[in-house]
């Protein structure tokens, strides 16, 4: 008999199984002389780190699967002594991934897009469990970069660096991490607050729900795991992308532009951020496919579809220690005819309780979450998909060994790593607390990003960028 503890198995709550189904990628950088030697040091670091981590969120050390007998349903399955998936891998002789020219060029993006970022393991129908979390270290000439995958049904971009913060707490000061009670929220479990206390799933209500969400929409009964995913990720063209820095000055300009045109309060650095790139983007991409004009005196209503965390802000007492997803898509239209005039309605809320709870009732009524389809469609030149990671994971203090010992340090640089290049899509990049400047990455098909980067009136507002 084998004397491996039993797996206990659940489905996750409602907003966990209607989230994105893909893993969150990030990408910390780090310098390191140490070579394989430090890599070794790391890595056990890292793994009794672990331990002490997945002690208090035991669900990062998981595995998630298809239910078989609930469609489309997302099981966990945890064990006691489970570990998160920790992998190491040698690639020096990477000329792509020289650290030193890595770092000189300002980490440009497209650096962090290929299969060696990638990860062999998908969600699928008949396929076998994958990790809820993993990190893959990767050596490179004169570094080390740290990959963490952690999958979008378990949390959202603020659960993933509640789970990094304690992960690198734990490497600074293991004992007094054992002894003190986590910082942080830690529980995925807790249900978020429902218009509905029916136990049974009800097919009507979710649809009339459905038309009350305008992110949404509701496929048909039977929706295959891979066509949910088609869906979700469809995309075309030949895609590229680059990141463009943004300095105070221009930002305070473009603040000072939106209150001259009779906006009654000074924006945020999100909302003109958002509202350049989906001005900006959106002109070039309906250049590009040759309805610019058409658009401009039809006034053709455009898109942008912002994510938005309401973790801190609704259900404060019911989710005090929730580390599960907390965000909802909202969007804002606007013609293209004045598109940038629209700077301040960027700043889209989800600001009362009574959106979460439609949204809520919904998840909790469709029996099939596959069935949830985000209305999102990168391939329409109308459409910007703007996200923001400013103030995930820049300020988190790590102890990374090199050469000469161990050395506290923030990381250079966080990218989002990927197999290829999203379509339509913008999303800020993490950037510590006292850095003022502010990076955006934009991809789009390779003809419109071509566009932006030569029109005249989009690099007045930009102070760099990093291809």
């Not at 990790?131 to 993933?160: E, K, N, P, R, W």
């Not at 906006?263 to 001005?279: E, N």
Request: charged share 20%; glycine share 6%.
């Amino acid at each position: 008999m084998s004397g491996e503890a039993p797996a206990v198995s659940r489905p996750l709550t409602a907003w966990n199984q209607a989230a994105l189904r893909g893993y969150i990628r990030q990408v910390h950088c780090f310098e390191s002389d140490g070579g394989r030697q430090a890599l070794g040091v790391l890595r056990g670091k890292l793994e009794q780190a672990l331990k002490h981590v997945c002690l208090r969120m035991p669900y990062m050390a998981g595995r998630l699967s298809l239910s078989k007998e609930q469609p489309g349903v997302i099981m966990l399955h945890t064990r006691e002594g489970d570990q998160v998936k920790l992998s190491t891998r040698d690639v020096r002789g990477d000329r792509n991934l020289v650290y030193a020219n890595i770092r000189k060029r300002g980490f440009p993006a497209g650096d962090f897009v290929g299969s060696v970022f990638n990860t062999d393991q998908a969600l699928c129908e008949d396929g076998p469990p994958i990790s809820a979390a993993q990190i893959q270290l990767l050596l490179v000439d004169g570094g080390i970069l740290m990959c963490v995958f952690v999958y979008h049904s378990i949390t959202d971009g603020v659960g993933v660096n509640y789970f990094l913060s304690a992960l690198a707490a734990a490497m600074r000061d293991p004992d007094s991490f054992l002894q003190k009670p986590l910082s942080c929220p830690s529980k995925i479990d807790i249900p978020i607050p429902s218009s509905s206390s029916m136990e049974k799933k009800d097919a009507e209500l979710a649809m009339t729900l459905s038309k009350q969400c305008p992110e949404l929409s509701l496929a048909a009964t039977g929706t295959t795991h891979e066509d949910y995913m088609t869906s979700m990720f469809g995309v075309s063209k030949v895609k590229f992308g680059g990141i463009f820095v943004f300095g105070p000055e221009k930002l305070q300009l473009a603040k000072v532009a939106v209150v001259s045109a009779g906006h009654p309060s000074t924006p945020s650095t999100f909302s003109c951020l958002a509202a350049l790139s989906w001005a900006f983007m959106t002109t070039a991409r309906l250049q590009t496919v040759g309805i610019a004009e058409q658009s401009r005196k039809e006034n053709t209503k455009c898109r942008i579809v912002i994510p938005t965390w309401f973790g801190d802000r609704l259900f404060c007492e019911q989710l005090r220690d929730y580390a599960g997803n907390a965000v909802v898509f909202t969007e804002a239209w606007h013609g293209a005819a004045d598109l940038f005039a629209v700077a301040d309605s960027t700043s889209t809320d989800l600001s009362n309780a009574k959106d979460a709870l439609t949204r809520s009732t919904l998840f909790n009524n469709v029996a099939d979450p596959r069935q949830l389809q985000y209305s999102f469609t990168p391939s329409d030149p109308r459409q910007l998909f703007f996200n923001s990671w400013r103030r995930i994971g820049a300020d988190i203090e790590w102890t990374i060994p090199t050469a000469s010992g161990m050395k506290r340090t923030t990381a250079d640089a966080i990218r989002k790593s990927q197999s290829e290049w999203n379509e339509s899509a913008g999303l800020i990049m993490p950037g510590r607390r006292d850095k003022l400047e502010y990076e955006a990455v934009l991809s789009s098909d390779a003809d419109s990003m071509e566009s932006l980067r030569k029109n005249k009136a989009w690099k007045s507002w930009i102070d760099r960028e990093i291809f």
